[in-house]
């Protein structure tokens, strides 16, 4: 027979696998539209956009968006099972989130995450996707089109530059621990010039 802790164990890893399975669709479709698909769109005339993009892009907005839903949701339930309930005990703070001094480091590490990260999910679900269905479905008055697709854009974008500080609220709790340490600041900075520099270098590649 299974053990109660067995069964919430063996739960919380796959609540864990899925949230991280669901996160890399999500935020890899995210740095696909950003760092391929931008740069590609300028690199191509009307026709080329009107064969191409209604194909590929409500598909990748697919596989984006559910992608972001289940990371959400599956992040909900783990939040819940470290957090918000202990066995035996039932529902409420759990040992992680609070302690004889206040809110833990760890509770805060995610608190810091969770939010950086519901506000990405935001700007998918409720300004990228509902942006780029009109303008890909045809529904967008000409009018209306630059102002979807500055909207979107921005909304994008933004996520990009959060999901770095996001990662890093999600990896900390679990991985790192104490919020006021100052050397984690070097390796994030370094970790930043790092991205930035490849960034910068890809938006070279395919230049003629
Ligand atoms: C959308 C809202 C999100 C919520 C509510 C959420 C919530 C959580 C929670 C509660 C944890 C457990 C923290 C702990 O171990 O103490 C966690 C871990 C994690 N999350 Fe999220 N998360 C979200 C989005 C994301 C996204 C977009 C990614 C991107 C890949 C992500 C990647 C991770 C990773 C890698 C871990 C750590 C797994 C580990 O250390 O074992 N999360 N998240």
């Known amino acids: 027979m299974i053990e109660s802790v067995d ?26 539209f950003n760092f391929v698909n931008v740069p590609f769109q300028g690199a191509i005339d009307d026709a080329a956009k009107k064969a191409v993009n209604a194909k590929l892009l409500l598909r990748a907005l697919w596989w984006f968006r559910w992608g972001a839903m289940i ?9 819940v099972l470290n ?27 995610i608190l810091f995450g969770m939010t950086l990260a519901v506000i990405m999910w935001f700007n998918v679900w409720f300004i990228i996707w509902p942006a ?15 102002g979807l697709r500055k ?12 999901s770095a500080p996001m990662l890093f609220g999600m990896l900390a709790p679990a991985h790192f621990g104490v919020m006021e340490s100052g050397s984690f600041l070097f390796f994030v900075a370094l970790a930043l010039a790092a991205i930035w520099w490849a960034i910068a270098v890809s938006f070279n590649v395919a230049k003629n």
């Open 7 to 32: 069964l919430f164990s063996g739960m919380h890893l796959t609540f864990r696998w899925l949230h991280v399975f669901a996160g890399i669709v999500w935020i890899g479709h995210l740095y696909f």
């Open 71 to 79: 990371t959400f949701l599956a992040g909900v339930v783990l939040f």
């Open 83 to 109: 957090y918000w309930y202990t066995p035996g005990l039932g529902l409420g703070p759990s040992a992680l989130f609070t302690s004889g001094e206040g809110i833990t480091h760890r509770a805060m590490w």
């Open 132 to 146: 780029q269905k009109k303008l890909l479905t045809g529904l967008a008055k000409p009018e209306e089109a630059p």
């Open 151 to 162: 909207r979107a854009l921005l909304a994008s974008r933004a996520n990009t530059y959060l």
